[in-house]
């Protein structure tokens, strides 16, 4: 089993739909949690990090449930600009910030 | 602020012959990762600096890669020989993680180096 799973999709979704990744992880160690947005042919940056109580910026909503080692993120009122990779990304220390990134899911937003 | 620069942008090359990519960090962020990224997924960690020092390298091929991070600031990523397979891009990322228990730091990568092994 993978140690950061996502389902690569492409979703394909209407301007203004709402949708939602998950991305399941295997070490039931792992502490910290974050999404990052890869344009096509960019480099990944931040979108935002999963705090265990859940948080939203915007039109994005994460969450975390420890429980069933997911975490998720919403968009809502999808934009043509939001058209990316978003990649989860899991770290725990074992005396550093081990890092392990998802395969990403493709977002496509149509008009 | 400065970010994370990589160099050179794009590189061909034939296969089992050598390359090399550079990587200067934000200024003040003790880590340093290496990653591929083929296409279609997600970042692939190589190696990992703290500072001076290798703190992961489980991923990394060691019989044809090697890294070096001299005086804890800049790094080299060397492939010798490159074979058909190493065609990616080379990521390189820095944060402000340090030693001990210290977790949750944002990484910030740079542009990356697209490298073609014919």
């Known amino acids: 089993r993978k140690e950061v799973e996502q389902d690569p999709g492409p979703f394909n979704v209407p301007e203004g739909a709402t949708v939602a990744f998950n991305c399941t992880y295997s070490n039931s160690a792992s502490q910290s949690f974050f999404w990052y947005r890869q344009d096509c042919r960019k480099e990944p940056k931040l979108l935002m990090s999963?705090?265990?109580s859940g948080n939203e910026d915007g039109r994005f909503t994460a969450q975390l449930n420890r429980a069933s080692q997911y975490i998720s993120l919403l968009i809502r009122d999808s934009k043509l600009s939001d058209s990316a990779t978003y990649l989860c990304?899991?770290?725990?220390?074992?005396?550093?910030?081990?890092?392990?990134f998802g395969t990403g899911t493709k977002l496509q937003v149509i008009p | 602020e400065a970010g994370v620069a990589q160099s050179p942008r794009y590189k061909i090359i034939e296969k089992r012959q050598s390359v090399a990519f550079w990587c200067n960090p934000i200024?003040?962020?003790?880590?340093l990762y290496w990653y591929q990224q083929i296409l279609g997924q997600g970042p692939k960690l190589l190696i990992q600096?703290?500072?001076?020092?290798?703190?992961?390298d489980s991923q990394l091929p060691k019989d044809r890669f090697s890294a070096e991070r001299l005086k804890g600031v800049d790094s080299t990523l060397k492939i010798q020989p490159a074979k058909l397979e190493d065609s990616a891009v080379y990521l390189c990322?820095?944060?402000?993680?340090?030693?001990?228990?210290?977790?949750?730091?944002?990484?910030?990568f740079g542009p990356g180096t697209r490298l073609t092994v014919t």
């Open positions: 990304v899991v770290t725990h220390s074992g005396g550093y910030q081990k890092v392990t």
């Open positions: 990322a820095s944060s402000l993680a340090g030693t001990g228990y210290s977790i949750g730091y944002e990484q910030y």
């Open positions: 600096f703290q500072n001076n020092g290798v703190v992961d």
């Open positions: 200024s003040g962020h003790a880590t």
């Open positions: 999963v705090y265990s």
